[in-house]
């Protein structure tokens, strides 16, 4: 009789963990649009990295999971959607093909192209849940081939709104919001993503921080986690106008925020890190000294919970 209890005890303890699972972000990429190493780069990261499959990153990209119910959302679709989606699957232990939703940040090729792989040419997907903002919205609509999932229903596009929340559960919530960026096709956005004990935030692409109405710092103050653009390191990394591409640099994001509190400074996570940048090329010394500084670059297959 005892054993018995004590097997009904273990039960029950085993049970409430599981449905007590908290939700998490994982990384499922970091680089910028164009991958890591770029087409076409002949420097000698680009050539070691073509040469060594290890060195290379995927598009940045995260999902979030939810193991309570077990869905999962995905934020951008990437050219690497197909490798990203075989991590996610791994990485869940789930190998169907479910995918919840797919956010939308922007109209940049490293965002949204790898929708394509939800077509009929591909994996013929049905209603997928695809959240975009309107001019995003209307982009999609308007152009083929991306106008041609929406009339084969494989995708469902599901409008935003700068500021309204979008309610994935009872404990989960993902919020856009407005940021600058080059927006010649639509309009740009990060994500809050909130659980009922958690904030998470994903701004992988902004134009200088002074070019937003909000402070970053009073953002990262507010949240427990945030995932930014790290596009590049420091001005002068690559050869052409930097002001054409006016990412902020890990350097002016590191000065803006050096003052925080260590416990806030270890919240700021980079990501989206061009194939020039010295972070994703593995450089120790500029790796160790943003570590000492409190911060951190992003890796694949990396968690949040949540």
């Given at each position: 009789?005892?054993r018995t209890l004590l097997s009904i005890l273990l039960i029950i303890v085993t049970c409430s963990a599981v449905s007590?699972?908290?939700?998490?972000?994982?990384?499922?990429?970091?680089?910028?649009?164009?991958?890591?190493?770029?087409?076409?780069?002949?420097?000698p990261f680009c050539q070691k990295a073509w040469k060594d499959p290890s060195l290379r990153k995927m598009v940045s990209?995260?999902?979030?999971?939810?193991?309570?119910?077990?869905?999962?959302?995905?934020?951008?679709?990437?050219?690497?959607?197909?490798?990203?989606?075989?991590?996610?699957?791994?990485?869940?232990?789930?190998?169907?093909?479910?995918?919840?939703?797919?956010?939308?940040?922007?109209?940049?090729?490293?965002?949204?192209?790898?929708?394509?792989?939800?077509?009929?040419?591909?994996?013929?997907?049905?209603?997928?849940?695809?959240?975009?903002?309107?001019?995003?919205?209307?982009?999609?609509?308007?152009?083929?081939?991306?106008?041609?999932?929406?009339?084969?229903?494989?995708?469902?596009?599901?409008?935003?709104?700068?500021?309204?929340?979008?309610?994935?559960?009872?404990?989960?919530?993902?919020?856009?919001?407005?940021?600058?960026?080059?927006?010649?096709?639509?309009?740009?956005?990060?994500?809050?993503?909130?659980?009922?004990?958690?904030?998470?935030?994903?701004?992988?692409?902004?134009?200088?921080?002074?070019?937003?109405?909000?402070?970053?710092?009073?953002?990262?103050?507010?949240?427990?986690?945030?995932?930014?653009?790290?596009?590049?390191?420091?001005?002068?990394?690559?050869?052409?106008?930097?002001?054409?591409?006016?990412?902020?640099?890990?350097?002016?994001?590191?000065?803006?925020?050096?003052?925080?509190?260590?416990?806030?400074?270890?919240?700021?996570?980079?990501?989206?890190?061009?194939?020039?940048?010295?972070?994703?090329?593995?450089?120790?010394?500029?790796?160790?000294?943003?570590?000492?500084?409190?911060?951190?670059?992003?890796?694949?297959?990396?968690?949040?919970?949540?």
């Amino acid at each position: 009789m005892r054993r018995t209890l004590l097997s009904i005890l273990l039960i029950i303890v085993t049970c409430s963990a599981v449905s007590a699972a908290r939700p998490y972000v994982i990384v499922l990429g970091v680089g910028q649009d164009a991958g890591v190493p770029q087409m076409g780069c002949n420097s000698p990261f680009c050539q070691k990295a073509w040469k060594d499959p290890s060195l290379r990153k995927m598009v940045s990209s995260i999902a979030l999971v939810d193991p309570d119910s077990g869905k999962r959302w995905m934020f951008d679709a990437t050219p690497d959607l197909p490798e990203q989606f075989q991590l996610l699957k791994s990485a869940t232990a789930d190998r169907t093909n479910r995918i919840d939703g797919i956010f939308l940040t922007h109209a940049h090729i490293g965002h949204y192209t790898g929708l394509m792989y939800l077509g009929r040419e591909s994996m013929g997907v049905k209603n997928v849940k695809v959240f975009a903002m309107p001019r995003m919205k209307s982009m999609l609509e308007q152009n083929a081939p991306w106008s041609q999932l929406i009339a084969l229903k494989n995708i469902d596009i599901s409008q935003l709104a700068d500021g309204v929340a979008v309610r994935l559960n009872d404990r989960i919530t993902v919020e856009p919001f407005l940021v600058p960026h080059r927006d010649e096709f639509s309009e740009t956005v990060g994500y809050w993503i909130r659980t009922d004990s958690k904030t998470f935030i994903y701004i992988p692409d902004i134009d200088k921080w002074g070019k937003w109405s909000t402070s970053i710092a009073d953002v990262v103050r507010s949240s427990d986690h945030i995932l930014i653009d790290g596009t590049f390191y420091a001005d002068g990394e690559i050869d052409r106008p930097m002001s054409e591409v006016p990412h902020p640099f890990i350097t002016e994001t590191i000065a803006l925020l050096k003052g925080l509190p260590a416990k806030d400074r270890a919240k700021v996570v980079f990501t989206h890190f061009n194939h020039s940048n010295p972070l994703v090329q593995g450089d120790r010394s500029k790796l160790s000294l943003i570590r000492r500084l409190g911060f951190s670059a992003a890796t694949e297959g990396q968690r949040f919970l949540l």
